[in-house]
């Protein structure tokens, strides 16, 4: 069963507007950690933001944020401020934890594009 | 953040040969490390789990005698990919995790190689 599901396989943006990529998990593990990736053309996988299952709050950093929804299961990136830099692949992940063994699984990606 | 790096970067081989791709950890000690593997315009597919001093964890339908890895001490994995056919072209991209104590303390996070990008002729 498909643990990480991005629908959005490809989205466009205006610069300068915000922009939000969807990602749902499943699992059965109360101990997770979910977390999004951007992947340039030149394959590098860049670490963007981690949200842990029992964090209270949404997390941020700089322009972008995580919108956890823990009962829905769902933890959207949402982008601000777009700029042309963004244009790349962006992976949602989920880490299990002991069960899962500490693992990280990924999702099949959004591919951004930011539009001038 | 930390540094893991890969090398090659790239390398191009003839079918039937063995190709090792290294991961190293440069600034902490990696007690897990991770292989990975991406077709072009697709996801990663986790392919084992390594700890180091003890024998790969392989994810179901990865071949543990095609895909060998070796974690032999805290800084570096291998992987090697014997008798490489045209079909193990790929991106192959490793990522290393601190154990928990670490001196950086970073035991949430998973740091990613570049990549290498292997192309079997």
């Known amino acids: 069963a498909q643990k990480i599901t991005q629908t959005q396989p490809g989205m466009f943006v205006q610069e300068k507007e915000a922009v939000t990529l969807d990602c749902t998990y499943d699992?059965?593990?109360?101990?997770?950690?979910l977390f999004w990736y951007k992947q340039p053309s030149s394959g590098e996988m860049i670490f963007l933001i981690y949200?842990?299952?029992?964090?209270?709050q949404n997390a941020t950093e700089g322009r972008y944020s995580l919108n956890f929804q823990k009962a829905r299961k769902s933890a959207n990136l949402v982008i601000s401020a777009s700029q042309l830099g963004d244009s790349a692949m962006y992976f949602c992940?989920?880490?299990?934890?002991?069960?899962?063994?500490?693992?990280?699984?990924f999702g099949a990606g959004t591919r951004l594009f930011v539009k001038a | 953040g930390a540094v893991v790096s890969q090398h090659p970067s790239w390398v191009i081989c003839k079918s039937g040969t063995s190709v090792k791709i290294e991961c190293r950890s440069l600034?902490?000690?990696?007690?897990?490390m991770f292989w990975y593997r991406q077709f072009p315009k697709q996801s990663l597919m986790l392919m084992a789990t390594?700890?180091?001093?003890?024998?790969?964890?392989?994810e179901q339908g990865v071949e543990k005698d095609k895909f060998l890895i070796n974690h032999a001490s805290l800084t570096l994995s291998t992987l090697t990919v014997t008798s490489a056919h045209p079909e193990d072209s790929s991106f192959y991209i490793c990522?290393?995790?601190?154990?928990?104590?670490?001196?950086?303390?970073?035991?949430?996070?998973?740091?990613f190689g570049p990549g290498t990008r292997l192309t079997v002729l």
């Open positions: 699992t059965s593990d109360p101990s997770y950690g």
């Open positions: 992940a989920m880490r299990e934890g002991g069960t899962g063994g500490f693992k990280t699984i």
């Open positions: 600034d902490f000690q990696a007690t897990t």
């Open positions: 949200q842990g299952s029992y964090d209270q």
């Open positions: 390594s700890n180091e001093g003890s024998k790969a964890t392989y």
């Open positions: 990522s290393a995790r601190e154990g928990l104590g670490g001196r950086r303390g970073s035991y949430n996070e998973q740091f």
